[in-house]
């Protein structure tokens, strides 16, 4: 008996043992088969976090790209703009320089034709107060002759008595 209990229990034991071992592997196999399915969620997520952040980046890169291009054309709208308004203000300011040569030739002109008749005027002027000196001058030289003439009695009659005699 002692044999039989001995055997029983080396049977309950290898049992038990073989029941611990199915279980441990039972356990083994759910943990691997967990391990394996967090494994896969992780590289998911990570092949989704990837592709979200390549997405992220890429929308990124476009739109700063987008953003330098438009910098680009209003920068260089802005210095065609500049340029042209520049061209136009210095057509404007030529313009405006010959019509101020032109307005002072113009002027120019006026005030040497002014100053020609005036000058003109003058000498006319000077020459008619010439002759009329010149006219009083000999007048007067010609009544001091006259008196001296008469004071020496040069002449034979006064012209009073000449012209008294005549009539």
């Given at each position: ?46 092949d989704q976090a990837g592709s979200y952040l390549s997405d992220k980046t890429g929308a990124a890169k476009d739109k700063t790209l987008e ?56 000498k006319e002027s000077t020459g008619s107060v010439l002759q009329k000196t010149g006219e009083q001058v000999m007048s007067m030289a010609q ?25």
């Amino acid at each position: 008996m002692e044999f039989l209990l001995h055997s029983t229990k080396q049977e309950k034991t290898g049992q038990m043992a073989d029941t611990v071992k199915d279980k441990a592997q039972e356990i083994k196999d759910k943990a691997s088969e967990v391990a394996g399915n967090a494994r896969d969620r992780t590289l998911e997520s990570k092949d989704q976090a990837g592709s979200y952040l390549s997405d992220k980046t890429g929308a990124a890169k476009d739109k700063t790209l987008e953003t330098t291009q438009t910098v680009k054309d209003k920068t260089l709208e802005t210095a065609q703009t500049v340029k042209d308004k520049t061209l136009e203000t210095t057509q404007t300011v030529k313009d405006k320089a010959v019509e101020a040569t032109q307005a002072t030739k113009e002027k120019a002109t006026e005030m040497t034709e002014s100053a020609k008749e005036t000058a003109q005027a003058g000498k006319e002027s000077t020459g008619s107060v010439l002759q009329k000196t010149g006219e009083q001058v000999m007048s007067m030289a010609q009544g001091a002759a006259d008196a001296v003439k008469q004071t020496f009695g040069m002449t034979d009659k006064p012209e009073d008595q000449k012209k008294a005699t005549k009539s």
